[in-house]
């Protein structure tokens, strides 16, 4: 299992990134994935969860409405379309599957919002 996330940057409060996971080692369409993200000196934490053919998500209160998780079953990845960006989304950005009972991570892409 391997996932690779990308798309992360500076951006300034009021922008957008789109981050990807492209994923690879097993059957990407039969599992939900989810993004997490991990802020300096704090837990990681759930931020939006899709389910394996994109009909049921679900969002942190903390980004809902500005948030949008989506997949491409076709092309084994998975979006995360981030707007209306604010300085506390500043974090590593991680994607996950859990997969015959064990997590897994990619390496993280960090998002910096900032002026």
């Known amino acids: 299992v391997q996932l690779v996330e990308s798309g992360g940057g500076l951006v300034q409060p009021g922008g957008s990134l789109r981050l990807s996971c492209a994923a690879s080692?097993?059957?990407?369409?039969?599992?939900?994935m989810s993004w997490y993200r991990q802020a300096p000196g704090k837990e990681r934490e759930l931020v939006a969860a899709i389910s394996s053919g994109g009909g049921a998500i679900d969002y942190a209160d903390s980004v809902k409405g500005r948030f949008t998780i989506s997949r491409d079953n076709a092309k084994n990845t998975v979006f995360l379309e981030m707007n209306s960006l604010k300085p506390e989304d500043t974090a590593v950005y991680f994607c996950?599957?859990?997969?015959?009972?064990?997590?897994?991570w990619g390496q993280g892409t960090q998002v910096t919002v900032s002026s």
């Open positions: 080692g097993f059957t990407f369409s039969n599992y939900p």
């Open positions: 996950k599957v859990r997969y015959y009972r064990a997590d897994y």
